[in-house]
């Protein structure tokens, strides 16, 4: 046996020697693999080459030095000598040497995505110089899908509506976070400065849903400045015909693979003015402060681990009401009204994420903010504490080239403390008290995303589940599909449920600010509801014109929905589950146009169907115009020294609330009658400068006399929510931009 042994030992040496080889991979210096580049043994004839994931197998020689030659195209070739025969990583060097190459585009100041298969319109940087765009709430004047609507003429309350519907039913998320709710959902679309976004997304109807199950009518990212992306220094300063004055900046840092970015953000108030004689300010008196660290580590494409956090403390203040009042002495008083809201709230978010190869990936999403305000309607004092965690740990998995899964588990945390006290009460309003709600909400979501039919069709099929302290289990199905037949068109569909609970005091501001009585009629339920869409786009280019046509219809349908009935009592609102049938049809047409790289035209128009059924009688929602119309026109000359921006909105007839039961002086009519709002601005660029100026509302319309018992603000027929259109008429601004790369 030991003489076989020995034979088959000297037999077999030669080919295990032989058939020996190295193993390893090659990366470039971000730890990303490099397929396709070209490893040799010095000398020899030996060679091999990386796969897509950039790991190899060669042959090693049986004599000779055991060097091994890399090379691959705009990386420095390399000569090793290993130390060992099992396994080597290699890290490549970027040639320094290469000449720069420039690629220069046109990118439109907003666009519908091709690549996205949910329908997704992008709001550019570029787009928003085009106004003056302030805040969030400043920056659709030019977009049609989102109309910025106000909910408190005499705060400048204002919401963001998608498909004609409340902004409660969509999704306002800040770098993927959902950072506005509850509280934070009146006056935070106002928090987030216009200079500081580098894009905003927005997605009608039934979408993704592993940012949560609140989003029924559309969503809306808000995407900031990046460190790594951002000019190194910018500061912007605006004031306008009311002498409110507003300044923003920004510093960003980088080196290697850290960045951060430091902003500032300072309002100081305008001028007590009363243009439309009715004795309430136009604008309220506005302060805020507010500071935001932004930091970033690595890059989510590259391998190991990679981090963003934000920080941000804001501090505001509004003083409204009539024109006469003054904080120090009338709060609280019924010498004259006023409306006086103060708040702070700190809000952090963190992601971390490790990608293992190109296909697998783990992320962990984190944020959270806390809300202390302490506000007074008149005579009634509103506190309110509110403290919100959402966490989510995501693993996603690209297990074709463009296919993937996203699964995972979330958390949501919703803890609001109200506290409602009158220092009078001659209407005998019966609301006072503390109002509490906590909600913690575990889920368990997966969305699978397949491309299939040589890539013409994406489908999208996303469900979570989530169980609700109070409420129990909740399923939330959503699904999209995505046909492109051929380039630049795409013929979209999709269905998908949603629900969200409602915080009646802080999403209506409305309520507290009016006489009326409150009345609860039952507990509260979840409002749910069921969207179903669809939407086709198409581009185009011909000679020196550019273009997308689009065209979509949403059908919303509630299934349960919580009304404010001012209609029912002149003197009372009262607070219910609706559960009959609720509807929302929206349809849109739109054509953008690009002539020359010079000239952009977008004209779109817009018809809402927005109703109830009170039994066998459909019921008209107030405030939304059945028909929009807007064009928007940008011209920019050879030279890119100036350009000219203009937008015109037409607005029609809109349906009010019932006041016939109220004394004739204070009735207003069933129906608004059309209008016209025509802004324009003006900008010139210096090398490290721009100057703008413009003016919103050029024709000067406004409704007369939004508030309905001005004349006696304490009486039970006072109500600011009957705004259905501008109050403040015409407003000139003036500002300027500097940056530094």
């Given at each position: 046996m030991k003489l076989y042994l020995i034979i088959a030992i000297i037999f077999l040496a030669p080919f295990s020697l032989s058939a020996q080889v190295l193993k390893g991979k090659v990366v470039n210096e971000t730890n990303q693999p490099l397929a396709d580049a070209l490893l040799h043994w010095l000398n020899t004839d030996i060679h091999a080459?990386?796969?897509?994931?950039?790991?190899?197998?060669?042959?090693?020689?049986?004599?000779?030095?055991?060097?091994?030659?890399?090379?691959?195209?705009?990386?420095?070739?390399?000569?090793?000598?290993?130390?060992?025969?099992?396994?080597?990583?290699?890290?490549m060097v970027p040639v320094n040497q290469l000449g720069e190459v420039v690629v220069k585009g046109v990118v439109p100041g907003q666009y519908i995505s091709f690549l996205n298969p949910i329908k997704t319109e992008v709001i550019t940087s570029a787009e928003l110089k085009k106004g003056a765009c302030c805040d969030l709430?400043?920056?659709?004047?030019?977009?049609?899908?989102?109309?910025?609507?106000?909910?408190?003429?005499?705060?400048?309350?204002?919401?963001?509506?998608?498909?004609?519907?409340?902004?409660?039913?969509?999704?306002?998320?800040?770098?993927?976070?959902?950072?506005?709710?509850?509280?934070?959902?009146?006056?935070?679309?106002?928090?987030?400065?216009?200079?500081?976004?580098?894009?905003?997304y927005i997605s009608k109807g039934a979408n993704s849903l592993v940012q949560g199950y609140e989003s029924i009518s559309g969503q809306i990212d808000v995407e900031t400045k990046e460190p790594d992306k951002a000019n190194k220094l910018f500061l912007n300063g605006y004031m306008n015909t009311f002498l409110e004055k507003q300044f923003n900046g920004y510093y960003s840092y980088k080196k290697n693979r850290w960045g951060?970015?430091?902003?500032?953000?300072?309002?100081?108030?305008?001028?007590?003015?009363?243009?439309?004689?009715?004795?309430?300010?136009?604008?309220?008196?506005?302060?805020?402060?507010?500071?935001?660290?932004?930091?970033?580590?690595?890059?989510?494409?590259d391998f190991g681990f990679s981090f963003e956090s934000g920080i941000r403390l804001i501090n505001e203040q509004r003083i409204g009401g009539q024109i006469n009042y003054d904080v120090n002495t009338d709060k609280g008083k019924s010498t004259a009204y006023g409306e006086y809201i103060s708040y702070t709230q700190p809000e952090i978010w963190a992601k971390t994420a490790y990608r293992w190869d190109e296909s697998k990936?783990?992320?962990?999403?984190?944020?959270?903010?806390?809300?202390?305000?302490?506000?007074?309607?008149?005579?009634?004092?509103?506190?309110?504490?509110?403290?919100?965690?959402?966490?989510?740990?995501?693993?996603?998995?690209?297990?074709?080239?463009?296919?993937?899964?996203?699964?995972?588990?979330?958390?949501?945390?919703?803890?609001?403390?109200?506290?409602?006290?009158?220092?009078?009460?001659?209407?005998?309003?019966?609301?006072?008290?503390?109002?509490?709600?906590?909600?913690?909400?575990?889920?368990?979501?997966a969305e699978n995303t397949l491309y299939f039919g040589q890539d013409k069709f994406t489908w999208i099929a996303g469900a979570r589940l989530d169980h609700h302290n109070q409420f129990?289990?909740?399923?939330?199905?959503?699904?999209?599909?995505?046909?492109?037949?051929?380039?630049?068109?795409?013929?979209?569909?999709?269905?998908?449920?949603?629900?969200?609970?409602?915080?009646?005091?802080?999403?209506?501001?409305?309520?507290?600010?009016?006489?009326?009585?409150?009345?609860?009629?039952?507990?509260?339920?979840?409002?749910?509801?069921?969207?179903?869409?669809?939407?086709?786009?198409?581009?185009?280019?011909?000679?020196?014109?550019?273009?997308?046509?689009?065209?979509?219809?949403?059908?919303?349908?509630?299934?349960?929905?919580?009304?404010?009935?001012?209609?029912?009592?002149?003197?009372?609102?009262?607070?219910?589950?609706?559960?009959?049938?609720?509807?929302?049809?929206?349809?849109?047409?739109?054509?953008?146009?690009?002539?020359?790289?010079?000239?952009?035209?977008?004209?779109?128009?817009?018809?809402?169907?927005?109703?109830?059924?009170?039994?066998?009688?459909?019921?008209?929602?107030?405030?939304?115009?059945?028909?929009?119309?807007?064009?928007?026109?940008?011209?920019?000359?050879?030279?890119?020294?100036?350009?000219?921006?203009?937008?015109?909105?037409?607005?029609?007839?809109?349906?009010?609330?019932?006041?016939?039961?109220?004394?004739?002086?204070?009735?207003?009519?069933?129906?608004?009658?059309?209008?016209?709002t025509v802004n324009a601005q003006f900008t010139y660029n210096f090398k490290k400068f721009e100057i703008y100026a413009g003016c919103e509302n050029i024709l000067d319309f406004r409704q007369k006399q939004p508030i309905i018992s001005w004349q006696n603000p304490f009486d039970p027929y006072f109500d600011v929510s009957s705004v259905w259109g501008p109050t403040m008429g015409r407003e000139g601004y003036i500002g300027i931009r500097f940056k530094l790369d």
């Amino acid at each position: 046996m030991k003489l076989y042994l020995i034979i088959a030992i000297i037999f077999l040496a030669p080919f295990s020697l032989s058939a020996q080889v190295l193993k390893g991979k090659v990366v470039n210096e971000t730890n990303q693999p490099l397929a396709d580049a070209l490893l040799h043994w010095l000398n020899t004839d030996i060679h091999a080459t990386t796969d897509k994931q950039g790991e190899f197998e060669i042959n090693i020689p049986a004599e000779g030095k055991k060097k091994l030659v890399v090379s691959f195209i705009s990386y420095q070739s390399d000569t090793i000598t290993l130390t060992t025969d099992t396994y080597v990583h290699i890290k490549m060097v970027p040639v320094n040497q290469l000449g720069e190459v420039v690629v220069k585009g046109v990118v439109p100041g907003q666009y519908i995505s091709f690549l996205n298969p949910i329908k997704t319109e992008v709001i550019t940087s570029a787009e928003l110089k085009k106004g003056a765009c302030c805040d969030l709430a400043g920056c659709f004047n030019t977009n049609a899908s989102v109309q910025t609507a106000t909910t408190n003429v005499v705060t400048n309350a204002q919401e963001l509506r998608i498909l004609g519907l409340s902004g409660v039913y969509n999704q306002v998320l800040l770098d993927g976070f959902p950072m506005i709710q509850g509280l934070s959902y009146t006056y935070g679309i106002s928090d987030i400065p216009g200079p500081l976004i580098d894009n905003i997304y927005i997605s009608k109807g039934a979408n993704s849903l592993v940012q949560g199950y609140e989003s029924i009518s559309g969503q809306i990212d808000v995407e900031t400045k990046e460190p790594d992306k951002a000019n190194k220094l910018f500061l912007n300063g605006y004031m306008n015909t009311f002498l409110e004055k507003q300044f923003n900046g920004y510093y960003s840092y980088k080196k290697n693979r850290w960045g951060d970015l430091i902003a500032a953000n300072m309002v100081q108030p305008a001028s007590r003015f009363d243009k439309n004689n009715d004795g309430f300010l136009d604008l309220p008196l506005l302060t805020r402060y507010e500071v935001m660290n932004k930091l970033k580590f690595g890059n989510e494409q590259d391998f190991g681990f990679s981090f963003e956090s934000g920080i941000r403390l804001i501090n505001e203040q509004r003083i409204g009401g009539q024109i006469n009042y003054d904080v120090n002495t009338d709060k609280g008083k019924s010498t004259a009204y006023g409306e006086y809201i103060s708040y702070t709230q700190p809000e952090i978010w963190a992601k971390t994420a490790y990608r293992w190869d190109e296909s697998k990936r783990m992320v962990l999403y984190a944020s959270a903010f806390h809300q202390n305000q302490n506000s007074w309607f008149g005579l009634t004092n509103y506190k309110a504490l509110q403290t919100t965690i959402d966490t989510r740990l995501q693993y996603e998995w690209n297990y074709k080239e463009k296919s993937n899964l996203k699964t995972g588990i979330s958390f949501h945390y919703f803890n609001l403390d109200e506290n409602i006290s009158f220092t009078q009460n001659p209407l005998n309003h019966t609301y006072a008290g503390n109002y509490e709600k906590l909600e913690y909400v575990p889920g368990i979501f997966a969305e699978n995303t397949l491309y299939f039919g040589q890539d013409k069709f994406t489908w999208i099929a996303g469900a979570r589940l989530d169980h609700h302290n109070q409420f129990g289990f909740i399923f939330t199905p959503r699904t999209l599909l995505r046909y492109s037949p051929v380039k630049e068109t795409s013929i979209r569909g999709s269905i998908g449920y949603g629900w969200r609970t409602a915080n009646v005091f802080s999403e209506n501001p409305s309520l507290l600010a009016s006489q009326r009585d409150i009345v609860f009629m039952e507990p509260l339920k979840p409002e749910r509801a069921v969207n179903f869409g669809i939407n086709f786009t198409q581009g185009f280019s011909l000679t020196n014109i550019d273009g997308t046509f689009s065209a979509d219809f949403y059908r919303t349908r509630f299934y349960n929905q919580i009304f404010p009935d001012y209609n029912t009592n002149p003197t009372k609102v009262y607070i219910s589950n609706f559960t009959g049938k609720s509807i929302s049809n929206a349809f849109q047409a739109e054509i953008s146009l690009n002539f020359y790289k010079r000239f952009e035209l977008n004209s779109s128009y817009n018809y809402l169907n927005v109703y109830r059924m009170q039994g066998k009688q459909k019921q008209l929602l107030p405030f939304i115009p059945a028909d929009m119309i807007l064009n928007a026109l940008s011209y920019e000359p050879l030279t890119n020294k100036w350009h000219i921006d203009a937008n015109i909105h037409w607005y029609g007839k809109q349906h009010l609330p019932n006041t016939s039961s109220n004394p004739p002086e204070y009735q207003r009519p069933a129906v608004s009658k059309p209008y016209t709002t025509v802004n324009a601005q003006f900008t010139y660029n210096f090398k490290k400068f721009e100057i703008y100026a413009g003016c919103e509302n050029i024709l000067d319309f406004r409704q007369k006399q939004p508030i309905i018992s001005w004349q006696n603000p304490f009486d039970p027929y006072f109500d600011v929510s009957s705004v259905w259109g501008p109050t403040m008429g015409r407003e000139g601004y003036i500002g300027i931009r500097f940056k530094l790369d």
